[in-house]
């Protein structure tokens, strides 16, 4: 018999205070899915926005994604009737079609590098070996249905995200930069310039079966300000955790972030203008923990693919050294993809937050 405490009962599928959603499935299983709990009642929900942020995140849309090939089509059980939610959970699954485990087989019983493998076992006993199973990327699908939803709890808002950067390749500032912006080329770099030298760049990576890590810069317009809580929630601490929980993000940084340890304090400080407005915005939009009104800026770093068809040193269960070559199919730079989950993960902290603040009220 397994006695269970109170603690190994309760692992970290679910994200949220009043707003909460649980995800649940594999990379290699049935299917992926979720359950959003805490969504008000009667609220229009348009479907085709979720479908197109989940459009926006699938594999195999590009020459510079991994050619695993997923429709990606959402399936909702529960939580929403003629097209309003009903104040139920929303539960919803998204099939998985092209699976391919047999590519998986040759790692049953070998940890691959800078993966969950070892870790994962050490803390389970037990991994799914296909694919990663919870550690692999593919539930990230759940949460940009999810925050495709929460977004729409707030209209007045806009949450955008780009690449800022791919490797040491950097790109320039475009103002007002819209989705539609976004999306005019495959890098999902609103600087059209650095977007070609970037497309080419993981072009040559995906051929030569390297990787590459990279930058998405966020941000939101027209959130109201108060929102956050002054000490444990801060505002930004809540959109630190969440864009720390994606795959592969090492880092995270609200406005003027680290380079703000390298100011001084008359330079820093953003001076008033009229109420609640600022000449400057290094603190990002966030200050004390609660929302000002400006625009919430951050950038989110992400390390490059751990899975890679270089050859690899590495060991098996027992020890034994072993050369890796993996197979499979993996993105050679993860960011073009990973700009819809920052925005759900966005939407998820700011609308959790909009409902905690109207409790407050």
Same mark, same amino acid.
């Given at each position: ?40 009642? /009667?609220?229009?929900? %348009? ?7 989940? &459009? ?39 099939? /998985? ?6 590519? $998986? ?10 993966? *969950?493998? $070892? ?17 692999? !990327?593919?539930?990230?699908? !759940?949460?940009? =249905? ?15 995200? $780009? ?8 790109? &320039? ?11 005019? &080329?495959?890098?999902?770099?609103? %600087? ?16 030569? @079966? ?36 994606? /795959? ?10 680290? *380079? ?28 004390? #923990?609660?929302? /000002? @009104? ?11 693919? !751990? ?11 027992? #020890? ?26 966005? !939407?998820?902290?700011? =609308? ?10």
């Amino acid at each position: 018999m397994c006695g269970l405490s109170i603690f190994e009962a309760m692992p970290g599928n679910t994200f949220g205070t009043l707003l909460r959603l649980t995800t649940f499935g594999e990379s290699h299983g049935i299917a992926i899915g979720g359950v959003l709990d805490g969504m008000p009642s /009667n609220l229009k929900i %348009d479907l085709d926005k979720v479908q197109n942020q989940l &459009n926006r995140r699938r594999p195999g849309q590009s020459s510079i994604t991994t050619d695993r090939d997923e429709s990606d089509r959402v399936q909702f059980l529960s939580g929403i009737f003629e097209e309003k939610t009903t104040g139920g959970p929303i539960g919803f699954i998204i099939p /998985n079609k092209d699976q391919r485990s047999r590519d $998986y087989s040759k790692l049953k019983d070998v940890y691959r590098p800078s993966h *969950a493998d $070892y870790t994962t076992e050490a803390k389970y006993g037990h991994r799914d070996y296909r694919g990663g199973g919870r550690t692999s !990327a593919r539930e990230t699908a !759940a949460r940009v =249905a999810a925050g495709a939803i929460a977004e729409q709890l707030l209209p007045k808002v806009e949450i955008v995200a $780009y690449v800022k950067s791919v490797g040491t390749i950097q790109s &320039n500032s475009v103002e007002n930069t819209s989705r539609k912006d976004v999306d005019k &080329n495959i890098m999902r770099c609103p %600087d059209l310039s650095a977007a070609e030298e970037m497309i080419a760049f993981v072009e040559e990576l995906k051929t030569e @079966g390297d990787s590459v890590g990279g930058v998405i810069e966020c941000v939101v317009r027209g959130i109201e300000p108060g929102l956050g809580e002054p000490v444990f929630d801060k505002l930004h601490a809540d959109l630190g955790k969440a864009m720390l929980s994606i /795959n592969a993000v090492k880092g995270f940084e609200v406005g003027s972030g680290f *380079a703000a340890a390298a100011m001084l304090g008359s330079d820093h400080n953003d001076a008033f203008t009229a109420k609640g407005k600022t000449a400057t915005n290094h603190s990002g939009g966030v200050q004390g #923990g609660i929302s /000002n @009104g400006e625009d919430i800026v951050f950038r989110v770093g992400f390390k490059p693919v !751990a899975t890679i068809k270089k050859e690899q040193s590495t060991v098996d269960k027992v #020890g034994k050294n072993v050369i890796l070559k993996s197979e499979g199919r993996h993105d050679p730079c993860v960011v073009p993809r990973a700009v819809p989950i920052v925005e759900a993960m966005a !939407a998820m902290v700011l =609308a959790d937050q909009f409902l905690r603040q109207k409790v407050n009220q």
